[in-house]
Antibody, heavy 121, light 113 residues
């Protein structure tokens, strides 16, 4: 079955960067996309972007375009999300989610357990 | 960006009774060339990630009980839980994937009366 295991919680200072990993198993990594979403406490999920597991192409939300980098390592079946210039309001749980492509769009069908990123001085 | 608005914000229903959640998009998410609505429903239990229940507005994912039913088209959608069970206590989100950024509703919290 599909299994996405994310790296552990992080505490970062404002202005720093964070890199979260997501190791996939149970499916062929390079024929799916991998989304990254985040969810601040008590808020709705927010889509950040995705990476194509095969060719590494990316698509980002304009909101995060200047600060986020999503990459993947096919040999390790792992995707990464790096967010730079962290602000207090970036405190959230960050999720990876497998992207299933159908009819020209990418649906998030299986999610990782989440990684809490806390921005604190 | 497409804005997704759910109603109500919270819902208290007796065990075995029906729960109905509404979702409205700020523009149509119906793609006319294939007649598909680019709308999904997620269930999120406390401390867990969201789980995809329904895609294309009305197609249940594998393993999702048939008491969950999605309906609607264009800009107005509904998730119905026909007979609420204790394990259905959760927050439910609608999401559009018609255009990027993909966006979610604010969520509807379902509790047992």
């Amino acid at each position: 079955q599909v299994h996405l295991v994310q790296s552990g919680a992080e505490v970062k200072k404002p202005g720093a960067s964070v890199k979260v990993s997501c190791k996939a198993s149970g499916y062929t990594f390079n024929i799916y996309e991998m989304h990254w979403m985040r969810q601040a406490p008590g808020q709705r999920p927010e889509w950040m972007g995705w990476v194509n597991g095969g060719n590494g192409n990316t698509k980002y939300s304009q909101k995060f375009q200047d600060r986020v980098t999503i990459t993947r390592d096919t040999s390790a079946s792992t995707a990464y999300m790096e967010l730079s210039s962290l602000r207090y309001e970036d405190t959230a749980v960050y999720y990876c989610a497998r992207g299933r492509t159908a009819f020209g769009v990418v649906i998030a069908d299986h999610w990782g357990q989440g990684t809490l990123v806390t921005v604190s001085s | 960006d497409i804005v997704m608005t759910q109603s109500p914000d919270s819902l208290t229903v007796s065990l075995g009774e029906r729960a109905t959640i509404n979702c409205k998009s700020s523009q149509s998410v119906l793609y006319r060339s294939n007649n598909k609505n680019y709308l999904g429903w997620y269930q999120q239990k406390p401390g867990q990630p969201p789980k995809l229940l329904i895609s294309w507005a009305s197609t249940r994912e594998s393993g999702v009980p048939d008491r969950f039913r999605g309906s609607g088209s264009g800009t107005d959608f509904t998730l119905t839980i026909s007979s609420l069970q204790a394990e259905d206590v959760a927050v439910y989100y609608c999401q559009q994937y018609y255009s990027t950024p993909q966006t979610f509703g604010q969520g509807t919290k379902v509790e047992i009366k």
